[in-house]
């Protein structure tokens, strides 16, 4: 019996390492573009000519650091954890390498952000660190990367090691939710979402504008460092592919 | 689909589910206990255990705030809008400690229902806006103020 087409070619494309690195390797520099340009106006614009706050005069804009980091590391989860599900359920190896590629990272950004965070928090609040919701599951967040590259890293078999740390992200994936939730469910001292996709923003669009920007620039940058440590990983785990022989001789 | 991967993807889709539901109830159980601070309310009920150190958020109520001449001691009243709970406190409050500003206080309920405050942080609310906009507000009056539901979950 025929097989039903149901998914579309790209993604059985996608599956085929040398394809991805080939197709990586053409979007690299529109990203890197991208980023750069993004990052670069994101900014001067932030730092320089936004307006400060009321309240927390200058100090405020360590969110265009803060925000965009705690959204990345947020979304490589989901990435890493949907890329670990495909490995698992298709058996597709790049899809496996692109997990391994994103938790290192997605555990940078999620660091970033508690340190910037904890920067702002102590002008801001009087307190480096408090233990409330928010503030914990994003902690977690932390751990979870740190035990799913320590899976990838105790393990000499890729294939075993990326079973093992696929599952451990799947289950780390209700982390995603309480993250998000977190300021809504429980009484925290970490303010509730300024952005909410049914209201007005609780900031002025000159705010806003360079957030969004930088946001963008932080996507690219992820999108960046991903396809560069997908594309080493492709290499590193196919050396004994004809054609990566046959890049090598050509380089 | 083949079956074999069918079957993954259901295993996959169970693990899932099974996590969330497992943690879910978890977190419903534990609900109290996640919470960071008292509201007012739960003070003033009852709800928050005496003698033992505690934290309570609230808004400080406009024109409550008495500070000592002689000391660093200040005295507020703090409010969810339901309830006002008077906190004590020696000590440098932090900057953006103001009336109409959420804050949170550690400390115990001593037996007059004070609330004596070893620490007072302040909790930043998620409005942002030029000092301009904040002026032209303040006097307008409309100085958006934190939402009761902020200390009441």
Redesign the interface.
């Known amino acids: 019996m025929p ?2 087409k ?1 998914m579309p070619r790209w993604f059985y494309q996608l599956a085929s390492p040398k394809w991805c690195y080939q197709i990586t390797g053409k979007l690299l520099p529109i990203f890197a573009w991208l980023a750069l340009l993004c990052l670069g106006v994101g900014i001067v614009w932030a730092l320089a000519f936004a ?6 005069g200058n100090s ?1 804009r360590i969110m265009y650091l803060h925000v965009p980091a705690a959204i990345l590391a947020q979304s490589c989860y989901m990435l890493m954890a949907i890329a670990g ?1 495909i490995g ?3 058996k597709m190896k790049v899809a496996d390498m692109a997990a391994f590629a994103a938790a290192p990272i997605g555990a940078s950004m999620a660091v970033l952000a508690l340190a910037t965070g904890a920067i702002w928090g102590k ?5 480096w660190w ?4 928010r503030l914990t599951s994003m902690l977690i967040l932390l751990f979870l990367y740190l035990g799913v590259m320590a899976l990838y890293a105790a393990m000499e078999n890729p294939n075993t090691a990326a079973k093992a740390a696929s ?1 451990l992200s ?2 780390g ?2 982390n995603i939710p ?1 993250i998000k939730y977190s300021v ?6 970490h ?4 952005f909410k996709l049914t209201e007005k923003p ?3 669009v ?2 806003w504008l360079p957030l969004l920007i930088m946001v963008i620039g932080f996507y690219c940058f992820f999108a960046v460092s991903l396809m560069m440590r997908l594309r080493n990983e492709i290499l590193r785990r196919e050396k004994r592919a004809s054609w990566v022989r046959e890049l090598i001789v050509s380089q | ?2 079956p074999k ?1 069918k079957q ?2 259901a295993l ?1 889709l169970l ?2 589910v099974g ?2 539901v497992a ?2 109830l978890a ?1 419903y159980a534990l ?1 109290q206990n ?4 008292y ?1 007012p309310t739960q003070i003033v009920g009852g709800e928050a255990p005496k003698d033992t150190r505690i934290r309570a ?1 609230g808004m400080v109520v406009e024109g409550s705030v008495k500070r000592d001449q002689e000391s660093l001691r200040v005295q507020f009243a703090m409010t969810d809008y339901a309830e006002e709970v008077l906190v004590e406190y020696t000590g440098i ?4 400690f103001r009336e109409g500003q959420g804050i ?1 206080a550690q400390g115990a309920i001593d037996g007059n229902g004070v609330f004596q405050a070893v ?17 032209a507000l303040e006097a307008a009056g409309k100085m ?1 103020k934190p939402a009761e539901e ?4």
């Open positions: 097989e039903k149901w307006p400060p706050d009321y309240q927390q405020f599900a698992l359920i298709w002008p801001t609040w009087g307190s408090v233990w409330d919701a599952i799947l289950v994936l209700v309480i809504e469910w429980w009484n925290t001292l303010q509730p979402a300024t609780a900031m002025p000159e705010m | 689909m083949n991967r993954r993807l996959v693990l899932v996590v969330s943690v879910g977190l609900n996640i919470n960071l601070f509201s958020g409050l932090p900057d953006l949170v620490e007072v942080l302040a909790k930043h609310d998620e409005n942002y806006m030029p000092p301009e906009v904040a002026e958006p902020v200390f009441n979950k």
